[in-house]
Nanobody
Framework: QVQLVESGGGLVQPGGSLRLSCVVS????????MVWYRQAPGKQRELVASITRGGSTNYADSVKGRFTISRDNAKNTVYLQKNSLKPEDTAGYYC??????????????????WGQGTQVTVSS
């Protein structure tokens, strides 16, 4: 069984910073892509940033230049450094990871897992 646990959310003033963390634990052979999503009230969940195992990153246009995604493969952890926060960044932030649990006859068996989310509120 695999678990993802996010932390680091909270209330911050506009222009402030937060760093989110997501730790993956359980039956892990390898973690492929790790992704941060967010969902604001009344809106669809949207991709914020993603990172491959090798470190290639991708960002939503709305956060480019303000957010930085990184990962520590040894700790099975992904981070999201959020700077210059805006009220429109207010949302629940969710971690997503593609986890290979084992390899059978050369074929990796993987599933996508979600964390429970951490709330970020940007307000003065």
């Amino acid at each position: 069984q695999v678990q993802l646990v996010e932390s680091g959310g909270g209330l911050v003033q506009p222009g402030g910073s937060l760093r989110l963390s997501c730790v993956v634990s359980g039956s892990i052979f390898r973690i492929n892509a790790m992704v941060w999503y967010r969902q604001a009230p009344g809106k669809q969940r949207e991709l914020v940033a993603s990172i491959t195992r090798g470190g290639s990153t991708n960002y939503a246009d709305s956060v480019k230049g303000r957010f930085t995604i990184s990962r520590d493969n040894a700790k099975n952890t992904v981070y999201l450094q959020k700077n210059s926060l805006k009220p429109e960044d207010t949302a629940g932030y969710y971690c997503n990871a593609e986890v290979v649990s084992t390899v059978v006859s050369g074929t990796p068996l993987f599933h996508t897992h979600w964390g429970q989310g951490t709330q970020v509120t940007v307000s003065s």
